[in-house]
């Protein structure tokens, strides 16, 4: 892929991004949960857009969660990971903000693990 390609590609993604998050506000009761994927690595935070705090993170960067690739698998089990690390934090609900993607393949993974661990969206 040339620069100007890859350029264009991720103008369109900001594009994506910035008219799904006009929409979007997290809050204390009810935190926005994004999503960031890079072709090795998958990463998703919750966020309390009014204090600017980020209220729990999962990576597959993580000791825990090495053994996990950026696919549908990995995806599915960041989603659960993550589900439970809110269930601890006694988050119930939240807003998805799929970042600019196509809400296909792993980042619908990452919401149907979260989904399967009780998190409501």
């Known amino acids: 892929m040339s620069t100007k390609e890859q350029e264009s590609?991720?103008?369109?993604?900001?594009?994506?991004?910035?008219?799904?998050?006009?929409?979007?506000?997290?809050?204390?009761e009810r935190p926005r949960m994004t999503v960031f994927k890079s072709n090795r690595y998958l990463y998703v935070q919750v966020i309390d857009d009014l204090a600017g705090a980020t209220l729990a993170s999962a990576s597959t960067l993580e000791e825990s969660l090495k053994?996990?690739?950026?696919?549908?698998?990995?995806?599915?089990?960041?989603g659960e990971e993550i589900g439970k690390r809110l269930k601890d934090k006694k988050i119930g609900?939240?807003?998805?903000?799929?970042?600019?993607?196509?809400?296909?393949?792993?980042?619908?993974?990452?919401?149907?693990?979260?989904?399967?661990?009780?998190?409501?969206?």
């Open 93 to 121: 609900t939240v807003v998805f903000d799929r970042n600019g993607y196509k809400y296909h393949g792993i980042v619908k993974a990452i919401a149907d693990g979260a989904r399967k661990a009780g998190i409501e969206f």
């Open 9 to 28: 590609k991720l103008r369109r993604r900001d594009q994506r991004k910035m008219h799904v998050r006009k929409n979007l506000e997290g809050t204390p």
């Open 67 to 78: 053994a996990v690739k950026a696919n549908l698998e990995g995806g599915s089990k960041l």
